[in-house]
Nanobody
Framework: QVQLVESGGGLVQAGDSLRLSCAAS????????MGWFRQAPGKEREFVAV??????????ADTVKGRFTISRSRDDAKNTTSLQMIDLKPADTAVYYC????????????????WGQGTQVTVSS
């Protein structure tokens, strides 16, 4: 089992920056690719970013490319994945979830076995 806890959400204005963190506990952190997803009211959960176990591979949704940066600690003792978000837009308003995948570097939610409870990000215009 892997437990994931997100933090760092909040209410910001358009153009502001925010950094989300996801603390993992349980099994070996480096065994999992880590992803971020988001879900806005009335919409499906959508892929935001993913980072490989080695940190060498990252991938982003087109809507956030160039504005969001995913990273993760290399040290299993720290077990943290982060999402740095700049130039936030009202369309980025959503609950943000981190997730852990044991296989591959998936963009689909179905590829992830473990999920956090989510953190709310609200961007006002």
């Amino acid at each position: 089992q892997v437990q994931l806890v997100e933090s760092g959400g909040g209410l910001v204005q358009a153009g502001d920056s925010l950094r989300l963190s996801c603390a993992a506990s349980g099994r070996t952190f480096s065994d999992y690719a880590m992803g971020w997803f988001r879900q806005a009211p009335g919409k499906e959960r959508e892929f935001v970013a993913v980072i490989s176990r080695s940190t060498l591979i990252t991938d982003y949704a087109d809507t956030v490319k160039g504005r969001f940066t995913i990273s993760r600690s290399r040290d299993d003792a720290k077990n943290t994945t982060s999402l740095q978000m700049i130039d936030l837009k009202p369309a980025d308003t959503a609950v943000y979830y981190c997730a852990a995948a044991a296989v591959g570097i998936p963009q689909s939610a179905e590829g992830y076995e473990y999920w956090g409870q989510g953190t709310q990000v609200t961007v006002s215009s």
